[in-house]
């Protein structure tokens, strides 16, 4: 069963402390991995699109790399505007266009 | 603004009953998809439609249905409302058929609450 698992579920950062938010995910075919960002009663948000292991994009403090098992969401130096809900979501093969999300994990950034 | 809209926003209803959903996509995106939010399960994929037609089904109960109409607006029907329906409803939308960049565009949803 493609599945998608983040951890921690939960993490509090002081403003400028950087840390990693991980991905792991079991899917039959990998067609791409998705970064999301959900602020509290907002819809998710894209953030980037991972196609295969190696791949990285960066945007401002954020970074996301992809292996064949995990992903990684780094963020450098955070700011309290990046507190939010970070959503992963992969596109099996099979599963045609769906994206299947993760929990995702509630990140809050303190001044 | 991601371009979506939901209506409505918020919607309180008792067990039994039948509610609809709406969602107006992004100008120029023929593809429209359902998405259920709960503390519990995340987000969970029920329906897509492509320019009036379903392309995928996830999870969705049989209690529920979906429609993309010719204006290209959707609708989610929720009928027999239990009190696990209670959740956030998100439509998003996309102007492609597959989304291989993943980049859906999300309505701030329908929060659903059945007393």
């Known amino acids: 069963e493609d599945q998608v698992t983040q951890s921690p579920e939960a993490l509090r950062l002081q403003e400028g402390e950087s840390s990693s938010l991980n991905c792991s995910y079991t899917?039959?075919?990998?067609?791409?991995l998705f970064w999301y960002r959900q602020d509290p009663g907002k819809g998710p948000e894209f953030l980037f699109t991972?196609?295969?292991a190696g791949e990285e994009k960066e945007k401002e403090r954020l970074k996301a790399t992809l292996t064949k098992k995990e992903s990684f969401l780094h963020i450098t130096a955070p700011k309290p505007e990046d507190s939010a809900t970070y959503l992963c979501?992969?596109?099996?093969?099979?599963?045609?266009?769906?994206?299947?999300f993760g929990k995702g994990t509630t990140l809050s950034v303190s001044s | 603004d991601s371009g979506v809209t939901q209506t409505p926003k918020h919607l309180i209803t008792a067990t039994g009953q039948r509610v609809t959903l709406r969602c107006s996509p992004r100008s120029g995106d023929l593809s429209v998809y359902w998405y259920q939010q709960s503390l519990d399960q995340g987000l969970q994929f029920l329906i897509q439609y492509y320019n009036g037609e379903e392309r995928a089904k996830g999870n969705i109960l049989e209690r529920f249905s979906a429609q993309q109409f010719p204006d290209l607006h959707s609708e989610l029907n929720l009928s027999s409302l239990e009190l696990g329906d209670s959740a956030l409803y998100f439509c998003?939308?996309?102007?492609?058929?597959?989304?291989?960049?993943?980049?859906?565009?999300f309505g701030e949803g329908s929060r659903l609450t059945v007393l």
């Open positions: 899917v039959s075919g990998l067609r791409g």
């Open positions: 991972l196609y295969s």
């Open positions: 998003a939308s996309s102007v492609v058929v597959t989304v291989n960049t993943g980049e859906l565009f």
């Open positions: 979501a992969v596109q099996a093969r099979k599963a045609g266009t769906a994206l299947i």
